[in-house]
Every structure is written in C-alpha cells, then in structure tokens.
C-alpha cells in the first residue's frame, strides 16, 4: 500500500487542467483565494465536527491557515489543520469532476463555444486546479482528522495525471506545495502574497499567518450581532474597507432571510468625490460570500445610483455546493439589487424621521444621487420621491419641506403640487409664476438646480397628486374690480399679436397675473420657461425664436390699463410699449438672449418720456 499509485485524471478533469495550463491570463492571483477558500473550508467542517464531540486526530492543532513564501526554493506553501483527506477522498476530489466548482466552468466553456475566455478562469475560479496557472508541480501532503486514518502524498505535474502515496508524520490537515513556475516566481514573495491576500481573504474567519506573522488583522464585522458591536470596531472597519479617514454620516447593518439569506454592513460616506466635481463615482460594495470576496466593487449589486454607498454584502446561507460562480447568475444578482435596494430606501426615509439633521447631511452630500435614481429608477421611484426634499413657498428660508410633509399642507381645492425653478429663493418669489399661487395661499416647491426640472418631469405625480410647474397651473382668480372689460382686452391682445408678429404664437387675457403687467408662457404644454433655458444650455434646442411662447397680459394692471387708451391715441408707441412688455416678460423668464433690442428701445421710451411735451 506504500507504494507509489499512478492515476489518471478523469477526462473532464484534464480539460479543465489544460486550458488552466496552456492559457496566459491576468489574474491568476486568484489561485490563491481558491486555495485559500479550500482551507478555510476544511477547517470550518473541523469546527463542525469538533462541537459535535466528534473524536479528532491531534485536537489540540490550531484551527489557522499558515503560508511560507520562500522565493530561494520558488515555492509557496498553504496549510491548514483542517479535516485534510483520506486516500479515497483524495481520488474523488481532486481527480475527479464530482464537485461545482470546475463543473459549473466546462459547462460555461461549453455554452461559449469559441476559444475559452481567458477572463472565465478568474471569474470562476477553477477552484483547486487553478493552482496549476502558477504551479509546475503540486505536492498535497494531507491526514484525515479521523483518528485510524494516516497520511497521504498526493503529486502532479497537472499533465501526466497524479500520484498517490504513503507519508508519514503528516500532521492533521493539508498542506499543498506549490513548486512555481519560473514566470510565477512573484507568487513566493512575501509582500506579493501578503498583498493579494488582504485583497480576497482579509476576512477568513480563522488567522492566516504568512512566515508566522498574522496578516488577516480584520474582523468580518457584518457576520456578527449589532449588539455586541461598538462603534470603534465599525470605525476601524469603515477605515479599512472605506479607505477614507472622514467618518461615515451613516451605517446600515442588517441581516436578511427571504428571499435571500444576506448580511450586508453598508456606510454612507461623508463626501463624494463625484459630488466634488471629480469624475464618475464608483460602487464601493464588495460582494462576499461565506466571507471570501467574490466580486469587488461589485457594480451589479446596486442600481447605479446608489453608487455612492461604501460596504460589505455576504450571502453566505448558500448550501456548501453552491460555489461562487453561481453569485455571478444575474438573475439571483437582480434580486439582491431588489432586496438591498429597498432596504436602502426604507433605512433612508427611517432616518428622515428619526435624525433629520443627520438626513440633512446626506442629502447635501448625496442627494443629486437620490435625484438621479428618481429619475433613472422607475422600480423604485415612489420609495425615492418621499426621500427628496425642496425649498418651499412655506419653508424658511434654507429649510426644506419632503413631498409628503407637502401633501398634508394642502389646502382645500388645491389639486396639484406646484413647483418653480429659479436661480435661488429671491428669483423664486419674485417670479410672475409664483403669483397666482401666493394669492392663492398654496404651497410651491422651489428648485434652483437644473436637475430638479428633470426629477419633476419624471415623477410626473406623487400620491395621486399631478406634479405641475406653477407656470403651467390653470387658475384663476377671483376677478377683481377696475380691469379692462373683456372686450378691451381682447381687442387690446389683437394690437399686441400684430404689433409682435410671428415671435409670440398667441396673446391672452390673463387671470393669474397681481403684480405683473405680462408674463410668456412656453405654448408646449409641459415645457416651462426654465427647463426651456436648460434645455437651450445643453443645446438641445434651437434657439430662443424656434420655441413657441404665449404671452398673457394682466388686465388690472395700470401698464395695461394705460396702454389700452395709447393704442387709440397712439399706435406706434403703444406698439413700441407692447415690444417692450413682451421682452421685458422674457427677460423675466430668462429667456431673452440678446439684451441690445431691449436697451435701445427703452431709450427710446425714456426720451419719450422726458421730452417737454406742448
Ligand atoms: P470546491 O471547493 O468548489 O469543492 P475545489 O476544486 O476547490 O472545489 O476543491 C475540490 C475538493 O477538494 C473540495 O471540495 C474538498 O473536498 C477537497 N479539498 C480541497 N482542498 C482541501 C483542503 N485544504 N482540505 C481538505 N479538503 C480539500
Ligand atoms: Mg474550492
């Protein structure tokens, strides 16, 4: 029995072992977050079995994973006390294809036809045989952790098949020795191994010693209970996973069974470098399973707007049979993105209520995300319009006023939600739009960021409430006494069409109008003055002439009053009056490009006005 058995390895196995051979690709690095895994695996299944009272070879063994980087000799060597293997266990499980891991790669290579990806390997990690990208040899010195068991040298060059044979003095566990390849020759420096195993494995649960100093110092914080947590240790960890000094506004940690078994520890960030005007934020959630990281600043997690949340997600409920690759299924991806999604939102709106200064943060470091995702994200966008918040006609000034709080303000016949944009607060108020509301004592939502009219547009409704741009609202007030009668009105509107041709579409009466003499309205029923400026800004739109305007007059104001009797006494002046009220009212809009037609005929108006009259 001591001799040395060749075996071969069965043929799926061998496929797998040649294209991991004979393929160059970049990150084979990985070979060491599966062997890794493997040991981490077998010494949790001791665990198991040492709590279950379970009789054990050599019970006093430190549950830990030990590595020797020798770059003298090229090797690399990973041990582990675990449950380690028996002879029959060493043929079915590293010669033949009876686990995932692998099986689940020929399957993909089968459904790709075409030359294997290189990419695939790291994607899937091949588990075990991965360690065949850097190695020329491998030694798998292992003992069962079955007392009447013994140890077994198992040895491969990756083509000729495997060896198996008796060793002696092998201590419980596996100990796998890599005799690296020239071009691998990184794999057996210290800093390089200490380097990619803080990137995958920082967060094994067992001590992995390089050349016997620890280099696994971090805790997986989010496997354990909230309660006996304090807030230093998320401090440190935030640090570590964050790599950003300023402590975070916020955390969420939570656990979750259905649909899907998840811990996730999640932080919101105090800044964003994309919010700093510093290119394109990325998604800092790393996906874990079981605690070995699987993806990265895994992207598909969240919906890109949340790309500004920094943390961990573990789905480690899955059976010991379902390896990592099968995290990469997009369909069980999606539903993490739904789960965690709306868990974000609901902690979201939590914090509103119960820390709105906190919120208030958040929402000036992030809230343009929030925006974006009411705009982007139709699943979830009624859960994202009651976190945004708006100036209001109601608030103080800088004090701001969420939907919700909004619809419970509203006052008796009001239908819509108003809203305004405007450079800032004064512009707001002094705006022609703003009028008839005030008047009206109903509430406006003030925007003075381009995007809000973006976010408006798209909600489209809030509650069963239309959200309506105040210039667009149809109402009326009450008519008061001393107005032109209706008839001078309409024949004053046909002077002031034909005095302004073509560049207003039509002139009406107005009744929203207190203050103003006029005001333009864009003539498409959902473009206001100021997305018709942002639009101008982003050039997609013609100029100022293309779009169509409506300019409606005040008929109780003394402007127009006055200039209803010019019009008999005075044609041309009155025309000239009329010219100025309707720029005037664009100025006031913002949409009036060219100010030089506006100056010189004021002058000319003012000469008028000062000239000695007989
Ligand atoms: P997977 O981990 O997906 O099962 P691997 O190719 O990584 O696939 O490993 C194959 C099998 O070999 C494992 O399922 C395990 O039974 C066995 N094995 C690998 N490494 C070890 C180890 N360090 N200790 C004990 N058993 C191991
Ligand atoms: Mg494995």
Redesign the pocket.
């Known amino acids: 029995m001591s001799q040395k058995q060749h075996h071969t390895f069965q043929a799926e196995i061998q496929r797998v072992l040649d294209i991991v051979i004979h393929s160059l690709y970049t990150d084979r690095e990985i070979f060491l977050r ?1 062997l890794v895994s ?2 981490a ?2 010494l949790e299944k001791l665990r198991f079995y040492q709590t279950s009272g379970q009789p054990l070879f050599q019970p006093e063994l430190p549950l830990e994973i030990n590595l020797t980087a020798d770059d003298k000799e090229r090797t690399l060597v990973i041990a ?1 006390a ?4 028996t002879r029959d266990e060493l043929v079915e ?2 010669g033949t294809i009876a ?4 099986k689940a790669f020929l399957q993909k290579l089968a459904e790709a036809k075409e030359k294997p990806a290189l990419n695939l390997i790291g994607q899937f990690g091949v ?3 991965s360690a065949f990208m850097v190695a020329s040899k491998v030694e798998v010195f292992t003992r069962s952790y079955q007392p009447d068991e013994s140890g077994w040298l198992w040895t491969s060059d990756g083509a000729g098949g495997y060896e198996i044979e008796a060793a002696a003095d092998v201590p419980r566990g ?1 100990r796998i020795v890599l005799h690296l390849k020239e071009d691998a020759k990184e794999f057996s420096e210290n800093w390089q191994v200490q380097n990619i195993i803080k990137r995958y494995s920082s967060f094994v649960p067992f001590p992995i010693k390089l050349n016997g100093s620890a280099i696994n110092t971090v805790q997986a914080l989010w496997t354990r209970s909230k309660a006996e947590i304090k807030d230093e240790e998320y401090k440190e960890f935030y640090e570590f996973i964050g790599h950003d000094p300023e402590p975070p506004l916020a955390r969420l940690h939570f656990t979750a069974d259905a649909p899907l078994a998840l811990q996730a520890l999640l932080f919101v960030p105090s800044r964003n470098m994309e919010t700093m005007g510093i290119g394109k934020a990325e998604s800092e959630v790393n996906l874990h399973c079981r605690k070995i990281l699987i993806q990265a600043k895994a992207k598909e997690l969240f919906p890109d707007w949340l790309r500004f949340l920094k943390g961990v997600v573990d789905s480690e409920d899955l059976p010991l049979n379902i ?1 990592r690759e099968a995290m990469q299924d997009s369909a069980l991806m999606k539903k993490l993105n739904r789960v965690l999604t709306g868990r974000i939102i609901k902690f979201l709106a939590e914090l509103s209520d119960k820390e709105p200064e906190t919120y208030a943060k958040i929402y000036a470091a992030h809230g343009r995300f929030l925006k974006e995702g009411a705009i982007t994200d139709f699943e979830h966008r009624e859960g994202l319009a009651k976190l945004l918040r708006f100036e209001s006609s109601m608030t103080p000034r800088g004090q701001t006023t969420s939907l919700v709080d909004y619809v419970t303000r509203m006052k008796e016949g009001q239908k819509e939600i108003y809203h305004l944009g405007g450079p800032n607060r004064d512009a707001a108020e002094a705006s022609p739009y703003f009028e008839a509301c005030k008047e009206l004592g109903y509430e406006v939502l003030f925007s003075y960021e381009p995007v809000d009219e973006f976010v408006f547009e798209h909600l489209r409704e809030f509650q069963g409430k239309t959200l309506k741009p105040a210039e667009k609202a149809d109402l009326k007030l009450e008519a008061k006494e001393g107005g032109l009668s209706e008839d001078d009105a309409r024949q004053l509107s046909n002077f002031i069409k034909e005095s302004l041709g073509d560049r207003v579409d039509e002139v009406r009466t107005s009744h929203r109008l207190v203050g103003s003499p006029a005001v333009v309205l864009d003539a498409d029923e959902y473009t206001t003055a100021s997305m018709r400026r942002i639009l101008k800004a982003m050039k997609q739109e013609g100029d100022a002439k293309a779009s169509k305007l409506h300019l409606e007059i005040n008929p109780r104001h003394p402007v127009i009053l006055g200039l209803s009797q010019l019009r008999q006494a005075n044609a041309p002046l009155a025309a000239k009056v009329a010219e100025q009220l309707f720029d005037n009212a664009r100025l006031g809009a913002g949409l009036l490009e060219d100010p030089q037609t506006l100056l010189r005929r004021m002058n000319e108006l003012l000469e008028h006005l000062v000239t000695p009259r007989p």
């Open positions: 599966e493997n040991a695996d077998a582990d675990g449950i380690g293997m499980n590293l686990h995932s891991g692998s588990g075990f045989y596996t390896s």
